[in-house]
């Protein structure tokens, strides 16, 4: 019998993307493969490097993706409650680009281990299929969001090169 913690995690995910057509028993299900993990405020949940042996879902809290430049750490992106984390590194089996970490006290992860994936896509394909498509659309998201913040500086860069040019010409 599942306990009241799992039940209220069940319908937590059963909320997401993630569960949307899955039956409260496969979600349960998807749990049971999973261990919960917290991590405090600046917590390191994967380094850069590391090829990535497990993947996250954020249920509480939120995670950065960091990356370093010049020594000095840079936020690419976040993650919030309901997204996934350290799925590029899990399926394609590269080390890591950035750094993830909890940006909140108490951060709680649903961590699913390679392991636990195999087992859980041969015992559970329907729910592996629903897990790479939930992967698909949190690196759409991802891609799509630092593309629009990338869009977003390279505008401010040029309007800021256009008035320095103005400023020269004027001068």
């Known amino acids: 019998m599942p306990t009241p913690a799992k039940i209220d995690l069940a319908e937590f995910l059963n ?3 993630l569960c949307e ?3 409260v028993r496969e979600v349960e299900t998807l749990i049971e493969f999973t261990d919960s993990v917290i991590y405090k405020k600046n917590g390191i949940i994967a380094d850069i490097g590391e090829v990535g042996e497990a993947l996250y879902f954020v ?3 939120e995670a950065a993706l ?3 430049v010049s020594g000095e750490s840079v936020e690419l992106g976040s993650a919030r409650e309901g997204e996934l984390i350290g799925e590029m590194s899990f399926f394609d089996r590269e080390p890591r680009s950035v750094r993830l970490v909890a940006t909140a006290a108490n951060t709680q992860l ?10 859980l896509r041969v015992q559970h394909p329907f729910i592996a299929v629903n897990l790479l ?3 698909i659309i949190s690196l759409d998201h991802l891609f799509r969001r630092v593309s629009q913040d990338m869009a977003t500086y390279s505008t401010y860069l040029q309007e800021r090169e256009q ?9």
């Open 15 to 17: 909320q997401q993307y």
């Open 21 to 23: 057509c899955l039956t």
């Open 59 to 61: 249920i509480k809290g």
């Open 66 to 68: 960091m990356f370093d």
């Open 110 to 119: 649903l961590r699913l281990s390679r392991t636990m994936y195999e087992r």
């Open 133 to 135: 498509e939930h992967a």
């Open 163 to 171: 008035k320095a040019k103005e400023a020269r010409d004027a001068g």
